[in-house]
T-cell receptor
Framework: GESVGLHLPTLSVQEGDNSIINCAYS??????FIWYKQESGKGPQFIIDIRSNMDKRQGQRVTVLLNKTVKHLSLQIAATQPGDSAVYFCAESPYNTDKLIFGTGTRLQVFP | DAGVIQSPRHEVTEMGQEVTLRCKPISGHNSFFWYRQTMMRGLELLIY????????DSGMPEDRFSAKMPNASFSTLKIQPSEPRDSAVYFC?????????????FGPGTRLTVL
């Protein structure tokens, strides 16, 4: 029979547009946050991270924003490309642990 | 740097059989993690080690699962006996933990199917 799995929200964008993927985290004591990209059949790949003493960090074509007041994390991808199509996960690490707690993920689809 | 290495990449076995998954972390990393990914539950942490010592195994489903890290360059995750509900993709990851949590680098995963 058909199994019911997690419903992944999907973001569809046109090539060249900017993408914004949002994430709500659960633990106000978390002090480290990270975004991963997972392509089909592969392991999660590190994109960018941020610690709680910052509210913004930029990488190559990517920016992470952290709003601790509302426990919200976002990933901005500039000039989205077809190769950006994947599932994106945010993860949080509670203070004084090495554990990462992953969100359910968002599927990004890029159309030409 | 070869990254995190996992073997086998695919495993198909029958219910009741013992399954052993293997992982080699990145050289020099001192924190090590085993995860499981399923459609139903997403990506879940099973267990993690610091300097080869298990720190938190609260995510291990039940006694059928065990993980060992005999040295800094090798870990195993064993399921005995395996059941169909154990079917999932299993990932290991490592990080160079210094004073606080740091980036975890994942292996390519082992897709386990238990018939």
């Amino acid at each position: 029979g058909e199994s019911v799995g997690l419903h992944l929200p999907t973001l569809s964008v046109q090539e060249g547009d900017n993408s914004i993927i949002n994430c709500a985290y659960s633990n106000s004591a978390s002090d480290y946050f990270i975004w991963y990209k997972q392509e089909s059949g592969k392991g999660p790949q590190f994109i960018i991270d941020i610690r709680s003493n910052m509210d913004k960090r930029q990488g190559q074509r990517v920016t992470v924003l952290l709003n601790k007041t509302v426990k919200h994390l976002s990933l901005q991808i500039a000039a989205t490309q077809p190769g950006d199509s994947a599932v994106y996960f945010c993860a949080e690490s509670p203070y004084n642990t090495d554990k990462l707690i992953f969100g359910t993920g968002t599927r990004l689809q890029v159309f030409p | 740097d070869a990254g995190v290495i996992q073997s086998p990449r695919h495993e198909v076995t029958e219910m009741g059989q013992e399954v052993t998954l293997r992982c080699k972390p990145i050289s020099g990393h001192n924190s090590f993690f085993w995860y499981r990914q399923t459609m139903m539950r997403g990506l879940e942490l099973l267990i993690y080690f610091n300097n080869n010592v298990p720190i938190d195994d609260s995510g291990m489903p039940e006694d059928r699962f065990s993980a060992k890290m005999p040295n800094a360059s090798f870990s195993t995750l064993k399921i005995q006996p395996s059941e169909p509900r154990d079917s999932a993709v299993y990932f290991c990851a490592s990080s160079a933990r210094r004073e606080e949590a740091d980036t975890q680098y994942f292996g390519p995963g082992t897709r386990l199917t238990v018939l």
